[in-house]
């Protein structure tokens, strides 16, 4: 019923930028809050960046003043701008989507694939 789609990924050298998207999919009425999370290699699944649907925000404090979660809501799609990357930040970024269903207005927790982002020292 719905899709999330990550894209913008890649390798990238220390103090450089990326900027992921996410779109979004599928059957659903509407999308409340988007967000992004990251997963290293035997480390545990961590919030990156959170965006309501009126718009607030919160940061992991690791990324705070260089990361920037926005949303274009006529497209379904949420972006994490990423400047002065370091090499910490390589893991897997995920999107997350809490999507209120049409008929049933249940909330679903949705998750795309996952990109990768290797940052080089």
């Known amino acids: 019923q719905v899709q999330l789609v990550e894209s913008g990924g890649g390798l990238v050298q220390a103090g450089g930028s990326l900027r992921l998207s996410c779109a979004a999919s599928g059957r659903f009425r509407s999308i409340n809050a988007m967000g992004w999370y990251r997963q290293a290699p035997g480390k545990q699944r961590e919030l990156v960046a959170r965006i309501t649907s009126g718009g607030m925000t919160n940061y992991a404090d690791s990324v705070k003043g260089r990361f920037t979660i926005s949303r274009d809501n006529a497209k379904n799609t949420v972006y994490l701008q990423m400047n002065s990357l370091k090499p910490e930040d390589t893991a897997v970024y995920y999107c997350?989507?809490?999507?209120?269903?049409?008929?049933?207005?249940?909330?679903?927790?949705?998750w795309g694939q996952g990109t990768l982002v290797t940052v080089s020292s």
């Open positions: 997350n989507a809490a999507v209120v269903l049409v008929i049933s207005w249940n909330t679903l927790d949705a």
